[in-house]
């Protein structure tokens, strides 16, 4: 049997596992909000803000380390999308607005919008 390099074995494992539950509590390295994790926490609730860790979710594969501004909300199916940029490499994520997020925000962000349902 042909064995595969470890670099390409890597890579498949990280594919296979697109998502990883990880309960962490963590400082919102923004605005100082102590948050609670639950598994599912990707950003702080209270100013929508967030640390570019991972490739895929939950894994903690990306070096970069770089904050996520949110930028964007976006209505999808019904449901507000919170769209991220990081400061430090310019990737972007999305993530679904929780109950727990700080619609203030939300609003904020989603100011001169027109939604279409």
Same mark, same amino acid.
């Given at each position: 049997?042909?064995?595969?390099?470890?670099?390409?074995?890597?890579k498949c494992n990280i594919m296979a596992k697109k998502f990883q539950r990880k309960i962490e509590d963590?400082?919102?390295?923004?605005?100082?909000?102590?948050?609670?994790?639950? @598994?599912?926490?990707?950003?702080?609730?209270? %100013?929508?803000?967030? $640390? /570019? =860790?991972d490739i895929n979710p939950g894994d903690r594969a990306s070096e970069c380390g770089g904050l996520m501004?949110?930028?964007?909300?976006?209505?999808?199916? @019904?449901?507000?999308?919170?769209?991220?940029? %990081?400061?430090?490499? $310019? /990737? =972007?994520?999305?993530?679904?607005?929780?109950?727990?997020?700080?619609?203030?925000?939300?609003?904020?962000?989603?100011?001169?919008?027109?939604?279409?349902?």
């Open positions: 049997m042909t064995e595969w390099p470890i670099n390409d074995r890597l963590f400082v919102c390295e923004n605005c100082g909000a102590k948050v609670k994790g639950n @598994g599912y926490t990707n950003h702080c609730p209270h %100013c929508l803000w967030s $640390k /570019h =860790v501004k949110p930028i964007d909300i976006e209505l999808k199916k @019904g449901e507000y999308i919170l769209v991220q940029q %990081c400061v430090k490499c $310019k /990737h =972007v994520r999305k993530n679904k607005v929780v109950k727990e997020d700080n619609m203030d925000k939300v609003i904020e962000l989603s100011k001169n919008k027109i939604f279409t349902i």
